[in-house]
């Protein structure tokens, strides 16, 4: 047994509150291949981005060969010979192979500020060989596949001495033969001795290619251990177990006949394909899939912000092709975002002049004019916000962005329920917001279901979509990809019907170009 | 608001206020009898203007008067500000070089109001509904001399043919333009059989334009033998397009351009002593200043209030002909010779 | 003792800092303050500033620019920005003009396009007759809102950038303007019309005869700043305004018709080019093409003086007066003091870098103050 290469001891890191990593313990022996799992948010990113220089640690230390080590910038890790491959590259897509590679170490002639071409040309010629990617240094980085410009980020790690490789998802937008040509050079870079971290939810990959597997949940480690421990039911079952506490409330609802959304054969190319579901009147349907499996994109599909292809979407018995979001609001639909500082709040404004936003048309007093009827929205405002609990102290004053994040939840939520839609799609309704919130949020969702609504609660936390919908569909890769009851939910399967795509790793439809 | 916020906001403006009012106080020395005169002008862009800027402030300075110049960048609107701001500051007189006739006629009326006299320089008034001193020299006069003599050059040279003439319009919202204009154009009426029909090549009093324009016109028209430009200043222009064309020739050269223009400036006085250009009419500079300013003192002194009179500066025309006995009477031989 | 000393001179100093930023740096009314010190202090210095003559004029300058500030205004609480204006008032001066005048020089005017056609001798089609004023600004204001309007489209469908789509309309119409009246003003117009720009209600006799009281550009000025406190206190079009200025992507989920608010918004920013063009044009007496060349940078000037932000999603009428009124103080007392006028030009520039330079101050500091962050809109 070697000395270790790298050792995370006691890592933590907290955001606003949420502890995002919990006392992480890591070995890393050099010259080996440890797989990194762990669901959405399990703290894979994060513990990566704290090794890569990006952010730093609350508490813990990092040890790199023994000796202590702290990177205040991607920079500092650069320069500790430590590579991040981002899952979104790094390149220049304007500029050559050769200016990519050599950004920031350009060959110079002598001492003078002139680059020398012949020589820079030269060693990426060496560098590409590396990798064995034999295209001229020249061309130009945004006429290269997907798989080639990750190749040319592995050739300037490689080029710059990195002893340590973090691979972040590295294969979401390969081709077969792509990823055939990446595990060949990961297994050469085995044997000359480097280290390589790689993070992917495609399970069976990682069987293949790593010496060591750790898994992530809630942002600690829970297995961790040479490959030949784990299988694929082994590794979902490490990344899942975990009780549901009594943070959702009860369910006693149950969903009506009448459908309030029919949703038939959607398709966007590239983006969702053959979507079919009905959303009843008091039921709470669940919307699952891992990162890129299509689902926010499918809910602004749903409410008409984003176009598609082909298929129906019928709101309310009312068929509609042309849909903007003015027109699916006016038909009683609400879209809580995913990102409520882009695209929920505005939040330099005050939380009533939040919360009326969507709602004014409905309190104008003079048509003519345009003026509100300033009393009766007031009230109405007070009511809702007291009716959500949201803690400010003068809704009328206090900006938006002096709230907590559970507090400015619920204000995008009230300012959707002030229209009384029947249907509601939430997209990750509790993201960043602390537990308490949490817990009132989903009686909030509850309470909506009771009243006859039909909601569409899309997020990627498992163990809240278990814990209060009526009924969960799984997409993957843009499809539906299972549909489970509430009577049916069992976590490792939904986890595997998400991953289904990923698992098997037989005939693989080419995502476009090939090399 | 709080006691100390306004004490803030005071102290504060202390930077601001020191710099100012010390800018201001360096400027502070009103005699109790020294007459303030307000000369608001649109920016010195010519020979003529900057001539006469100086003959103005010069003149009244020597005389112990308190100038206050105001530049209005050719903004009309900036200049009515200005001067209502120095009908304010309580002046006693005003000179303004106006943008236009219009704005003349407007800012005139405002002088009235406050009973200040006011004369105009140069460029008149666009008509006499408000009273005001005014200076204009006789534009189609002056201009028709020039182009007469060039008309009798060219009836001397007695080659039998017709001459091709152009001529250099200056803004025709400047009215004087108009008036060089038809000047030019009386000559041209009662020489029927000397001249084809001329070519009009604007200038808008702006040097780039001139230099395309006149470069198009000369294009389209290669035998153009005749030239009459509205003003001096236009001749480095004139002389970049004829140049290269080979019609840049001295008088007794084969292929001169019988040449001639306006104003008197002193790239004039070089041009006629050099032999390239025949004649120029002399807009008499120095008396429209001292007329001007003699008319504006002597309404103040008579503490009248709306003083009206149009006067005349008959100018002349500077030929080759005078050129030995008349020379020092052009302005611009005057400023070069008094460099 | 000593300690405690120290604690609370620096508690005091922080109390200081406090009050410093917290009240007057981003106070609502800091600019009425500094231009009412600002006043006050200069007219020790120079006491000709407060004589009747003079505050006649400060307000005679007021009302026009303020006309254009609001209008400007309206386009930048939606984070864009009009450049255009200082063309919309030229051709909207001309066309006006030509609508109404009464008689034009044939020399002039005899190779103008549309000589013979709309325009001759005896003037414009509304020339002479008795509707001749009324029917020229409102020919003047529907071309404003047109332009305007025009731009909003681009801006909002097209999705062009407002710098790029109002300065190619800047360069069109000022070109138009020159072309329609080969650069000749036009002069002999109703005196309905110019009694608008060039009278008062009201006389103040001083020194030397009178002063007018109020300009009756003051009434247009007021009528428009009430309509428009009106629009974005009132209105649903007016929350609407800020919320696309503050976050357009947050504006159009939240079914806001995010296009038709920006079409409004430069509608409204061409109307007021166009009321300014009235104001100015029959105050100088002639519709010209070259009307208002220089007045923008005044117009962006005093918008950021007054605080509205260049970011969007901010402003008030009543910051937009207060801007004007700083402005045109400060323009005129530079002139008083006889500096040249390069000299005043450099004083302007620097006070509107310092201007907007505290935008980007404010701004940065009332994000970072989350607990007791104010709401903006009226």
Known sequence: MSEPILQFEHVSKNFFGAMALHDITLTVRPGTVLGLVGENGAGKSTLM???????????????????????????????????????????????????????????????????????????????????????SPRTQVDRLTPGQKQLVEIAKALHGGAQIIILDEPTTSLTSRETERLFALIERLRREGRTILYISHVLADVLRLADEIAVLRDGKVVRTGARDEFDIDTMIAAMVGRQIDQLHPIRRGKPGDKVLMSVAGVTEPGIVKDISFDLHE??????????????????????????????????????????????????????????????????????????????????????????????????????????????????????????????????????????????????????????????????????????????????????????????????????????????????????????EGHVERGPRDSSGASN | MNMKTLLLTVALLGALDVVVGGLSCSRRVPIEDQLTICFGFQDLETEFWVAGHKAITETLRAKGIRVLERNANQDANRQLEQIRDAIAQEVNGIIIIPQDGESAVTIVGEANRAGIPIAVFNRPPSDRSNPALVIVADNEKIADEAV?????????????????????????????????????????????????????????????????????????????????????????????????????????????????????????????????VDATGVQDLFFEANTIMEALLAAIEAGEKMPEKWMDDPGFALTQENMAERADEMWGYRVLHDE | MQSSDSVTSQTRLACLREVVIGRVLLSDSFVLFLSVAYFLVLWIFLPRLGSARNLSNLSSNIWPLLVLVIGQMFVLIVGGIDLSQTSVMAITSVCGALMMTSGLDPELFARNPLWGVLIGEQGGPAGGSAAAAPVGIAFMLAIGMLIGSANGLAVARLKMPPFMVTLVSMFFFSGLAIFITRSENVRNLPDAFLAIGQSYLGRVPTGRGSVGLVPYSFFAALALAVAAWFVLARTILGRWLYAVGMNRRAATVSGVPTDRVIVWAYAVSGFCAALGSVLYSSRLGAGRPTLGENVLLDVIGAAVIGGISLFGGKGKVRWAFYGVLFFVLLDSSLYMLNLKFYTVNIVKGVVILVAALLDVLRNRIRLGRAPTGRAVAA
């Open chain 1, 49 to 135: 981005n704290i090794l890569g220089g990006v952010i730093a640690a609350d508490e813990g230390q990092i040890r790199l060969k023994g000796k202590l080590y702290s990177a205040g910038s991607p920079a500092d890790a650069t320069r500790a010979d430590i590579a991040f491959i981002h899952q979104e590259l790094n390149l220049f897509s304007h500029l050559s192979i050769l200016d990519n590679l050599f950004i920031d170490r350009f060959p110079r002639i002598g001492r003078t500020p002139l680059i020398h071409r012949r020589e820079a040309v030269r060693r990426a010629k060496e560098a590409l060989a590396a990798v064995n990617l034999s295209i």
């Open chain 2, 148 to 276: 007469a003599y060039m008309a009798k050059v060219a009836r001397e040279k007695g080659e039998g043919r017709k001459w091709k003439p152009l001529i250099v319009v200056g803004d025709l919202g400047d009215r004087n333009a108009v008036a060089r204009r038809k000047g030019f154009f009386n000559v041209m009426e009662r020489n029927p059989d000397l001249f084809e029909t001329p070519i009009e090549v604007p200038s808008k009093w702006d040097p780039a334009t001139t230099l395309a324009n006149l470069e198009a016109a000369l294009q389209a028209n290669p035998d153009v033998d005749f030239l009459f430009t509205s003003s001096d200043f236009l001749y480095p222009q004139i002389k970049a397009v004829l140049e290269p064309l080979g019609k840049w020739k001295k008088i007794d050269e084969p292929g001169h351009v019988i040449l001639g223009g306006l104003d008197g400036d002193s790239t004039a006085y070089k041009l006629m002593k050099e032999g390239y």
């Open chain 1, 282 to 499: 008091g039921e709470i349907l669940g919307l699952f899939g891992l990162m890129g499996s299509g689902r926010t994109e499918l809910g602004r599909i749903l409410f008409g912000l984003d176009p598609f292809r082909s298929g129906t979407i019928d709101v309310c018995g009312q068929p509609r092709r042309r849909r903007t979001a003015r027109r699916s609001i006016a038909g009683g639909m609400a879209f809580v975002t995913e990102d409520r500082r882009e695209e929920g709040l505005l939040m330099e404004a005050s939380v009533a002049e939040n919360m009326a936003l969507v709602a004014l048309t409905n309190y104008r007093r003079n048509r003519v004019l345009g003026t509100v009827d300033q009393l009766a929205l007031r009230r109405a405002l007070d009511e809702m916000t007291a009716s959500l609990k949201i803690k400010c102290v003068n809704p009328r004053t206090n900006a938006v962005k002096s709230l907590s994040g559970g507090n400015q939840q619920k204000t995008v939520i009230g300012k959707w329920l002030l229209r009384r839609p029947t249907v509601c799609i939430l997209d990750e309704p509790t993201r960043g917001i602390d537990v308490g919130a949490k817990c009132e949020v989903y009686s909030i969702i509850n309470d909506l279901a009771d009243r006859g609504n039909g909601l569409l609660c899309i997020s990627s936390e498992l163990d809240e979509l278990i814990g209060i919908c009526d009924f969960l569909l799984v997409m993957s890769k843009g499809q539906i990809c299972g549909r489970f009851r509430r009577d049916e939910f069992d976590e490792e399967r939904i986890l595997a019907a998400a991953f």
